[in-house]
């Protein structure tokens, strides 16, 4: 028997229950309808999981289809940005659609909808039009320009479509009602005069059809069956309606309305992460610590650990914050089985082994992962002079630090046991190295005596490693909603939310690796090389996460879902 789990969130009942109907003759089609006025974040992965997991699931169709009837904020990069971050999620939507494509036959709907009686070319300013539409305790005014003859209404429409007139001197509005307590349905505008040449079309129109008339008809025209969207646009969903019944359009979606993602410590509206660039708080559109899909993605995200993400939120119509410790869990969850382990240390201490040969280099062998032997092994080099962390070493340590201190014996990673015997300073009394032994009789970590050694470090062979910057990313704001008590948002960016360690010692072999494909740093969290800056020789690796949630404990009551 079909658990509640089983059958799903809300939209998916509701497209059984369609199938079981035979509406629209048991088809399934969604769309997800990008504007391309800026890079997508992770609350679009959401509106992108949700309809093309719909249509997989059903045996359907997705559209990737660009709702691009703006020209003035489109740009082809934002274009070419979004399709190649829907294939990276992991998505196939073959040729992708535009809204532009249709332009010739909105521009005849529009047409049907004079002929019809129910649109006519307003001549009012956009202030007295804004002035006639009321507000939410009053109704509007007609406008006189509203009963002006159907051939008048063609004839000014078409002259609107030759360039005759300038922007804002006339708009082409939908025939609704004035006085309806939805202010969308009190005669929107349709059509308006842009003279802006667009990405696809260039300089063929000066007019351009606006976003509600575009998208519904684009939806129609594609043969949509569910229209998925977020929920600021239900008060919308009357005039999609309404555009759909009075048209004759081969058919009429359902749109359905769902909860938009928040997630706390950051924002996910284009026009905030806009600012944030555009203000220089962050490196860019892609600068890792953004929510942008861009920007998680060269941080190290994987597209697995999204789409996971976005199957445990669920989809439902109440609006809530879902936290950051949750998207950080999914990522651990998938780098911890995936990512290969290697050593590097970050803030290198020196340490130089006195009974160990000079000259001498010795090769060593190293699990790729130690749970997983088909991840197989590398080969590591050790000598007489190598890094450990500072953190890893006290001059007077407590009783229970089970690390490196005067006289104490800690193991090394895959190597050999060492025991500090000597602490070197500088004249202003810092550590600048340690000198130690090593028992030969402990290679590869073994101890044949059985003694017990607590300490476990990761280090790197000086003579043979890589000198890298690593940054340290954490959360963007101070606050759990940036948002919240009308402050200005910019108010709660954390100052820490970078920090950039120069002269880090990195294993060698990570000088062959690509960007994006993350490593764990044994013991230090997860990391893969920047996509953008450093070079070959001195790279730049980020950290994508750390091993534990530091932040928050995971429990029921903090997902809120
Ligand atoms: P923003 O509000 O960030 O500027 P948008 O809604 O204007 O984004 P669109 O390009 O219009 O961006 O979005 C495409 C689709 O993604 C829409 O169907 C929208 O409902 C959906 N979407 C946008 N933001 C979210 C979110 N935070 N959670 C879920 N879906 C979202
Ligand atoms: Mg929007």
Redesign the pocket.
């Known amino acids: 028997m079909e658990t509640e789990i089983n059958k799903g969130h809300f939209i998916e009942t509701i497209i059984r229950e369609d199938i079981a109907n035979n509406k629209n003759q048991g088809r399934v089609a969604t769309r ?4 391309p ?2 890079y997508l ?1 992770i ?2 992965a ?2 992108i999981c949700l309809n093309f997991n719909m249509a997989g699931k059903f045996n359907g169709k997705c559209n990737l289809r660009f ?1 691009d009837s703006n020209p003035a904020k489109e740009k082809q990069v934002y274009i070419d940005s979004i399709r190649s971050t829907v294939n990276w999620l992991g998505f196939e939507f073959g040729t992708p659609y535009y809204a532009s494509d249709y332009f010739v036959r909105l521009y005849e709907f529009a047409l049907e909808l004079i002929k019809k009686g129910k649109a006519y070319v307003c001549s009012l300013s956009p202030d007295e039009i804004r002035e006639y539409r009321g507000t939410l305790t009053e109704p509007g005014k007609n406008s006189p320009f509203r009963d002006r003859s159907v051939e008048e209404n063609l004839d000014l429409f078409s002259r609107m479509k030759a360039g005759e007139f300038e922007e804002g001197r006339h708009t082409l509005r939908a025939k609704i009602d004035m006085a309806s307590p939805n202010i969308n349905l009190r005669d929107p505008i349709i059509y308006r005069v842009k003279k802006a040449s667009h990405p696809r079309t260039g300089n063929t129109w000066c007019i351009y059809p606006m976003y509600d008339f575009t998208h519904s008809l684009s939806d129609a025209l594609e043969g949509i069956t569910h229209s ?3 929920l ?2 239900e008060d919308h969903r009357p005039l999609y309606d309404w555009i759909l019944d009075v048209l004759s359009t081969p058919c009429h979606p359902q749109q359905i309305e ?1 909860a ?3 997630i706390n410590y950051t924002v ?4 905030k ?1 806009q600012r944030l660039v555009e203000e220089g708080h962050v490196g860019g559109w892609d600068d890792p610590r953004l929510p942008t899909l861009e920007g998680i993605r060269r941080r190290g995200y994987t597209p697995e650990s999204i789409r996971k993400f976005c199957e445990l939120i669920g989809v439902s119509r109440k609006e809530s914050r879902v936290d950051m410790g949750l998207l950080e869990s999914c990522l651990r969850d998938d780098l911890n089985e995936r990512a290969p382990r290697v050593m590097a240390v970050l803030r290198p201490l020196k340490i130089t082994i006195e009974n160990y040969p000079e000259g001498m280099t010795e090769t060593l062998e190293a699990a790729n992962h130690p749970q997983k032997e088909d991840m197989g092994k590398r080969q590591i080099t050790f000598s007489r002079e190598i890094f450990i962390e500072q953190d890893d070493f006290m001059e007077n340590p407590p009783k229970k630090f089970f690390r490196l201190g005067p006289g104490r014996e800690v193991r090394l990673r895959y190597a050999y046991l060492v025991t500090c015997k000597e602490v070197v300073k500088d004249e202003n009394g810092h550590i600048t190295e340690l000198i130690c032994t090593y028992d030969p009789a402990t290679k590869g970590g073994n101890t044949p005596d059985g003694r017990k050694v607590k300490g476990t470090l990761h280090w790197v062979n000086a003579k043979d490693c890589l000198d890298a910057t690593v940054r340290l990313y954490d959360r963007l704001f101070k606050d759990e909603n940036p948002e919240q008590d009308k402050q200005d948002f910019i108010e709660n960016l954390n100052p820490a939310s970078l920090e950039e360690l120069k002269g880090c010692k990195l294993e060698k072999s990570l000088s062959q690796i690509l960007p994006e494909k993350v490593y764990q740093f044994e013991r230090m969290g997860y990391f893969c090389l920047d996509s953008k800056e450093g070079t070959k020789d001195h790279p730049v690796f980020n950290r994508t996460v750390t091993l534990k949630d530091t932040w928050t404990r995971l429990s029921k009551t903090e997902i809120k879902i």
């Open positions: 997800f309808p990008p504007e006025n800026g974040h609350g679009h959401k509106s709702d998925l969207c977020s600021e646009f769902f938009r993602l928040n996910l509206s284009k026009r992460l």
